[in-house]
């Protein structure tokens, strides 16, 4: 059974900061790994896909990396900004059926 | 091109009654994802579909819960006679083809609270 982790639970940076958000999951038999960012009350944002066959994703200041074989992914934030405060949520799909399972998110606060 | 859209976006629902959420994918998806967040919890799939066809329900709770994706129209995630613990924010997905391959789009959500 995939289970998925995340850590850490929580973080609190300065602004400016450059971050790393890590995921882990047991199952290495992934289709891909999306990144989200949820805000209070609202919905998921999907920010990167990584497919099984790539090594990582970059979008401005995000940059996603995933190791397979090793069942983790990292999610890299640079040069951090208060707007960025948020969930931050991994999820691996195992292709068979399709569906998303959810890390616990790591809940980050960016202080001005 | 719109997004996913759920409707309503908060309801309010007392123990017992019948609650129907809906869910227009994206323009072009055909198929659409359930998932659940309970209060101090993690985001759970419930049930997948595509059109006119239940592909996957395992995470559905085997009473009270049905789920449809008719041939025209929105899905519908509908929960009957509801309790309190069924207080959670429900979100919908959507993909153009197997999500293998393809980003899930989410939709708001939307928000259950039953009194």
């Known amino acids: 059974k995939q289970e998925v982790t995340q850590i850490p639970a929580a973080l609190s940076v300065p602004e400016g900061e450059n971050l790393v958000l890590n995921c882990s999951f047991t199952?290495?038999?992934?289709?891909?790994l999306q990144w989200f960012r949820q805000d209070p009350g609202k919905g998921l944002t999907s920010l990167l896909l990584i497919q099984s066959s790539q090594r990582e994703q970059t979008s401005g200041r995000l940059n996603a990396s995933l190791d397979k074989s090793s069942g983790r992914s990292t999610l890299y934030i640079a040069a951090s900004q208060p707007g960025d405060s948020a969930t931050y949520l991994c999820?691996?799909?195992?292709?068979?059926?399709?569906?998303?399972?959810f890390g616990t998110g790591t809940l980050l606060a960016v202080q001005p | 091109n719109a997004g996913v859209m759920q409707n309503p976006r908060h309801l309010v629902r007392r123990r017992g009654q019948e609650a129907r959420l809906r869910c227009s994918p994206m323009?072009?998806?055909?198929?659409v994802y359930w998932y659940r967040q309970l209060p101090e919890e993690g985001l759970k799939f419930m049930v997948y579909l595509q059109k006119e066809n239940i592909i996957d329900e395992s995470g559905m709770p085997k009473e009270r819960f049905s789920a449809e994706f008719p041939k025209e129209g929105p899905s519908i995630l509908r929960i009957q006679q509801v309790v309190r613990g069924d207080s959670a924010a429900y979100f919908c997905a959507s993909s153009p083809r197997t999500a293998g391959f393809y980003e899930q789009y989410f939709g708001p959500g939307t928000r259950l609270t039953v009194t």
């Open positions: 323009k072009g998806h055909s198929h």
């Open positions: 999820a691996v799909n195992g292709g068979a059926t399709n569906k998303l399972i």
């Open positions: 199952d290495s038999a992934i289709y891909n």
